[in-house]
């Protein structure tokens, strides 16, 4: 008797699984997700209401206490366990605390590679509660001088080999600001931290030096070139960091994972994402200083590598690596990061084997992220129905000429259709808080859209555009305003413009990204006009971009231009520019190229430009 009704059952189930296949496909992938995110939402609530409060810092501290032996960080081969970090830090908490009083909430500015004592000096300050703002090793003189400014640390530290960066501009530091160095002998006006660390005590701090009252208080400040401007400090308040730091997690890696990080950590993707989901995970990270492409599989299969963290960049870097024997012969089995490309996300798995490529979507200030959590080639995400009740993110039509929303003759916005590329904002509400930008209110509402559906309305504009399929995978287009990204960082449009504005033959300049087939991002280009009666000096505007802006931000291609347009509130026209791209045979004006061997720009040829198609010249 039992049988035809197994029979049955089991037909019930292979039915019911077909109708789920046919219409929703990836039920099962959403729900597990979603189950996942609301474990993690669950778990930090009945901490708060506990009145707990665990940051991560708090985590690492209780992973330190039960695995005291477990590598926490390898690096260039040698081991740290989580309690050489605890220590080590805890040394870098007493020196401050002697030497340099420090109180809860201050901020400490941190310009350090990638090394151990980035995370000992960050761990250390959050010891004492300070907020630590990661400046990006690339930038110098004035930049420097403009991010250290904005956040109003109360001391620096510097990495031993950044210290010429803080040299040049130490006349200009505010005269109250202690600096740091890493290192035991120190020009004059700064002090070695290297030195103090020895003798510092590497007892536990009392955790009343710490211990967060809120998870809305700041924890770090990233900087950011957000899509408008100059960089900006974006605040990362304890939650947010915590939320990042699930980000591992709720991909499915675990405590065995060796998590090979390659990123600056100066981002967040490199010390939220990476770092701080290690923590989370109580796993091991393999941290190098810098990304290496002939070095990446040796290091994976050296160090049993099973997760690694990229940006596009990276995966076609190493599709363009020579092949070599046994390419699939590793121990890596996901990847999370974000910006690979359809063609070289395919090429990758072809060439490196069946590694899950976990793409994520999210602006370090943001208030919205996506996972690809179905794994759909190209997709950065998916949105659902559960999705939408946690996020309410939106895509609304864009007037691409004068490079702002397009709002009806009532003044709101509007959705744009399936299929259709729209900018993604995402609303903020009390669940899904802006924390803005230290210090600044203006460049804090600039990132803020109000009134869009209806009166008092106010969502955060990601600068994004995207596009949402029929099956409503989110896929990135582009990114709009003033800033364009290129080999993994945001440049501000406006920044470079300055600078190159400061040579006295130039009257404007207007920079902006045009793609370059076969590349992530935009490459930079720089449109001038030259004042009258003044002639170009190509090696003086070379010189000028490579003394003040990091590699990654000189314009790459230079266009001269009579007369430069503008729009109806005179600022430069960009979207016909940007079109018109860098073909020498469309544009008509004198077209350059930048050329690092002989340290100037020379002219854009036909010969060239068909080199630079053809990828044969790397940019
Ligand atoms: C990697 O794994 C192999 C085999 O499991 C082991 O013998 C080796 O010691 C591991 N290497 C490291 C650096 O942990
Ligand atoms: C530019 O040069 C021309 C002729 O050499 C002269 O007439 C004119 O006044 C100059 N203009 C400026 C702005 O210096
Ligand atoms: C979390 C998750 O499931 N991520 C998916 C991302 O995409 C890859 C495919 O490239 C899938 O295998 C992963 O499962």
């Given at each position: 008797?039992?049988?035809?009704?197994?029979?049955?059952?089991?037909?019930?189930?292979?039915?019911?699984?077909?109708?789920?296949?046919?219409?929703?496909?990836?039920?099962?992938?959403?729900?597990?997700?979603?189950?996942?995110?609301?474990?993690?939402?669950?778990?930090?609530?009945?901490?708060?209401?506990?009145?707990?409060?665990?940051?991560?810092?708090?985590?690492?501290?209780?992973?330190?206490?039960?695995?005291?032996?477990?590598?926490?960080?390898?690096?260039?081969?040698?081991?740290y366990?989580?309690?050489?970090?605890?220590?080590?830090?805890?040394?870098?908490?007493?020196?401050?605390?002697?030497?340099?009083?420090?109180?809860?909430?201050?901020?400490?500015?941190?310009?350090?590679?990638?090394?151990?004592?980035?995370?000992?000096?960050?761990?250390g300050?959050?010891?004492?509660?300070?907020?630590?703002?990661?400046?990006?090793?690339?930038i110098?003189?004035?930049?420097?001088?403009?991010?250290?400014?904005?956040?109003?640390?109360?001391?620096?530290?510097?990495?031993?080999?950044?210290?010429?960066?803080?040299?040049?501009?130490?006349?200009?530091?505010?005269?109250?600001?202690?600096?740091?160095?890493?290192?035991?002998?120190?020009?004059?006006g700064?002090a070695?931290?290297?030195?103090?660390?020895?003798?510092?005590?590497?007892?536990?701090?009392?955790?009343?030096?710490?211990?967060?009252?809120?998870?809305?208080?700041?924890?770090?400040?990233?900087?950011?070139?957000?899509?408008?401007?100059?960089?900006?400090?974006?605040?990362?308040?304890?939650?947010?960091?915590?939320?990042?730091?699930?980000?591992?997690?709720?991909?499915g890696?675990?405590?065995?994972?060796?998590?090979?990080?390659?990123?600056?950590?100066?981002?967040s993707?490199?010390?939220?994402?990476?770092?701080?989901?290690?923590?989370?995970l109580?796993?091991?990270?393999v941290?190098?200083?810098?990304f290496?492409?002939?070095?990446?599989?040796?290091?994976?299969?050296?160090?049993?590598?099973?997760?690694?963290?990229?940006?596009?960049?990276?995966?076609?870097?190493?599709?363009?690596?020579?092949?070599?024997?046994?390419?699939?012969?590793?121990?890596?089995?996901?990847?999370?990061?974000?910006?690979?490309?359809s063609?070289?996300?395919?090429?990758?798995?072809?060439?490196?084997?069946?590694?899950?490529?976990?793409?994520?979507?999210?602006?370090?200030?943001?208030?919205i992220?996506?996972?690809?959590?179905?794994?759909?080639?190209?997709?950065?995400?998916?949105?659902?129905?559960?999705?939408?009740?946690?996020?309410?993110?939106?895509?609304?039509?864009?007037?691409?000429?004068?490079?702002?929303?397009?709002?009806?003759?009532?003044g709101?916005?509007?959705?744009?259709?399936?299929?259709?590329?729209?900018?993604?904002?995402?609303?903020?509400?009390?669940?899904?808080?802006?924390f803005?930008?230290?210090?600044?209110?203006?460049?804090?509402?600039?990132?803020?859209?109000?009134?869009?559906?209806?009166?008092?309305?106010?969502?955060?504009?990601?600068?994004?555009?995207?596009?949402?399929?029929?099956?409503?995978?989110?896929?990135?287009?582009?990114?709009?305003?003033?800033?364009?990204?290129?080999?993994?960082?945001?440049?501000?449009?406006?920044?470079?413009?300055?600078?190159?504005?400061?040579?006295?033959?130039?009257?404007?300049s207007?920079?902006?990204?045009?793609?370059?087939p076969?590349?992530?991002?935009?490459?930079?280009?720089?449109?001038?006009?030259?004042?009258p009666?003044?002639?170009?000096?190509?090696?003086?505007?070379?010189?000028?971009?490579?003394?003040?802006?990091?590699?990654?931000?000189?314009?790459?291609?230079?266009?001269?231009?009579?007369?430069?347009?503008?729009?109806?509130?005179?600022?430069?026209?960009?979207?016909?520019?940007?079109?018109?791209?860098?073909?020498?045979?469309?544009?008509?004006?004198?077209?350059?190229?930048?050329?690092?061997?002989k340290k100037?720009?020379?002219?854009?040829?036909k010969?060239?430009?068909?080199?630079?198609?053809?990828?044969?010249?790397?940019?």
């Open positions: 008797m039992l049988l035809p009704w197994v029979s049955g059952l089991g037909a019930g189930i292979v039915f019911l699984h077909f109708l789920q296949k046919l219409l929703l496909p990836y039920f099962w992938q959403d729900l597990w997700f979603l189950l996942k995110v609301i474990r993690c939402g669950i778990r930090i609530e009945r901490y708060r209401r506990q009145g707990e409060l665990v940051t991560v810092l708090d985590t690492f501290l209780s992973h330190a206490r039960r695995q005291p032996r477990k590598p926490f960080i390898v690096f260039e081969g040698d081991t366990t989580y309690e050489d970090v605890d220590k080590r830090s805890s040394r870098v908490a007493h020196v401050f605390l002697n030497h340099s009083p420090l109180a809860k909430g201050d901020t400490v500015a941190l310009l350090m590679s990638n090394e151990p004592d980035f995370v000992h000096v960050w761990f300050l959050a010891k004492l509660g300070c907020v630590v703002a990661f400046l990006n090793t690339n110098r003189s004035h930049s420097l001088l403009h991010c250290v400014r904005s956040c109003q640390p109360r001391a620096l530290v510097v990495g031993a080999d950044l210290l010429e960066a803080v040299e040049e501009i130490l006349p200009s530091l505010p005269a109250d600001l202690r600096v740091w160095a890493v290192r035991d002998s120190v020009p004059r700064v070695s931290l290297t030195e103090k660390l020895r003798t510092a005590s590497d007892k536990p701090l009392p955790r009343s030096h710490h211990v967060a009252s809120n998870l809305k208080t700041p924890s770090l400040y990233i900087f950011t070139s957000g899509t408008t401007g100059v960089p900006k400090a974006a605040v990362i308040t304890q939650l947010q960091a915590l939320k990042g730091a699930a980000g591992l997690w709720a991909f890696c675990t405590s065995d994972d060796i998590i090979y990080i390659t990123l600056p950590l100066y981002h993707s490199g010390a939220i994402l990476g770092i701080g989901g290690c923590i989370e109580g796993a091991t990270c941290l190098k200083k810098k290496s492409a002939s070095q990446f599989w040796n290091d994976c299969k050296k160090y049993n590598v099973t997760v690694f963290q990229y940006i596009g960049e990276i995966c076609r870097y190493l599709c363009k690596q020579p092949k070599r024997e046994g390419e699939k012969d590793h121990q890596v089995r996901l990847a999370v990061g974000n910006g690979v490309r063609d070289v996300w395919r090429e990758f798995l072809d060439r490196f084997g069946n590694i899950k490529m976990c793409e994520l979507y999210g602006a370090t200030e943001g208030n992220c996506f996972m690809n959590h179905t794994g759909k080639i190209g997709a950065v995400g998916r949105t659902n129905f559960f999705y939408k009740l946690f996020f309410t993110f939106e895509l609304i039509k864009y007037d691409f000429q004068k490079d702002e929303p397009i709002r009806n003759q009532q709101w916005c509007s959705h744009v259709k399936k299929g259709e590329p729209g900018l993604l904002i995402s609303r903020v509400t009390e669940k899904n808080p802006f803005g930008y230290v210090g600044n209110k203006k460049h804090t509402e600039k990132k803020l859209l109000c009134d869009v559906f209806k009166k008092g309305d106010v969502y955060f504009n990601t600068g994004d555009l995207m596009v949402q399929d029929h099956e409503n995978f989110l896929y990135f287009c582009d990114r709009l305003g003033d800033t364009f990204r290129w080999k993994g960082e945001n440049i501000a449009t406006t920044e470079v413009a300055d600078i190159i504005g400061m040579l006295d033959f130039i009257q404007e207007n920079v902006y990204g045009v793609a370059v076969g590349c992530e991002g935009k490459a930079g280009m720089a449109s001038i006009t030259l004042k009666n003044k002639s170009l000096d190509l090696e003086k505007v070379y010189e000028q971009v490579v003394t003040f802006l990091p590699a990654y931000a000189c314009p790459r291609f230079l266009r001269i231009q009579e007369k430069m347009e503008t729009t109806g509130t005179f600022k430069p026209k960009k979207f016909q520019l940007v079109q018109e791209g860098f073909s020498p045979l469309k544009i008509s004006d004198p077209l350059y190229f930048m050329d690092n061997l100037t720009y020379v002219p854009l040829t010969g060239l430009y068909d080199q630079i198609m053809l990828g044969e010249i790397k940019l």
